[in-house]
């Protein structure tokens, strides 16, 4: 039988449901992931395809990466153990960025003249500014087409493609001001700058955990931060891919 990639597609609670027997997932099932990343890397590369198009394949085969990798993701102590580092390192940078926009915003506040409204949005964007994608020393099967594959896949991840991370980023926070705030003159209102709002979501509960979709005898003492929900639920990133993130930083953005 010859087969064709099409399929339709019905979305719910970010999860794809395919029709005709799954004949699109099985096929990718019958490749070694290698290919399906290559698969990832053309499209991505696809001059032809609008941009809707491409975000809507992009995020389909992303997904289904990240679900097939999280199947074969080894929960070793080790991994298991850089999952939670990296959890502190994005809990330290999303805190960075909430507590920099708070004290932007407030000195902006003080500079203008009284009764005058100079601002309606402040935001702060935490984005991935690299990846370990270097192999070790001891990888003695790493070649150039291994690292061409890394390197690109991490670029669609990050890429205004990626619909989801395109819009959120690693995390987002902001100030904002309401038609009816500028009609009565008030300062603008913050939105999840307080600590447990930012790393779980207005919640200041240190036993917050934000594993869905996890492994739960390996993910529940993890006390995993929404930015990792975010990146692995939505942005479509696997447990490595977020294990090999090595830089982060932030960006501040006022409107008028």
């Known amino acids: 039988m010859k087969f064709v990639n099409k399929y339709f597609l019905h979305r719910s609670n970010c999860r794809i449901i395919r029709l005709r ?3 699109y997932e099985k096929y990718l099932d019958s490749l070694p992931m290698e290919k399906v990343e290559k698969i990832i890397i053309s499209t991505y590369e696809n001059e032809r395809l609008t941009e809707e198009r491409k975000e809507e394949k992009i995020d389909d085969l992303l997904y289904y990466r990240c679900r ?5 993701f080894e929960w070793s102590a080790e991994n298991i153990k850089a999952l939670e580092e990296t959890n502190e390192m994005l809990m330290e940078e999303c805190l960075a960025a909430a507590s920099h926009l708070k004290e932007h915003v407030e000195e902006l506040e003080l500079k203008k ?3 005058e409204i100079m601002y309606t949005d402040y935001e702060a964007k935490v984005e991935i500014l690299s990846f370990k994608s270097e192999p070790s020393d001891e990888d003695d099967d790493y070649d150039e087409d291994d690292y061409y ?10 890429s205004s493609v990626n619909k989801y991370y395109k819009m959120y980023g690693v995390h987002d926070f902001s100030y904002f001001l309401s038609q009816e705030d500028r009609m009565s003159g008030k300062a603008p209102r913050h939105t999840g700058l307080e600590r447990g709002e930012v790393l779980w979501l207005n919640s200041d509960l240190e036993t917050d955990n934000w594993n869905e979709h996890l492994p739960e005898e390996y993910t529940s003492g993890m006390h995993l931060c929404y930015a990792f929900h975010n990146l692995f639920d939505h942005c479509r990133f696997s447990p490595q891919d977020i294990i090999n993130i090595r830089d982060m930083h932030h960006i501040l953005t006022i409107r008028t």
Not at 68 to 72: G, P, V
Not at 149 to 158: K, S
């Open 68 to 72: 097939r990798l999280t199947r074969e």
């Open 21 to 23: 027997d799954n004949l």
């Open 149 to 158: 594959r890394y390197t690109h896949i991490e670029d669609v991840l990050i």
């Open 113 to 115: 003249p009284k009764g």
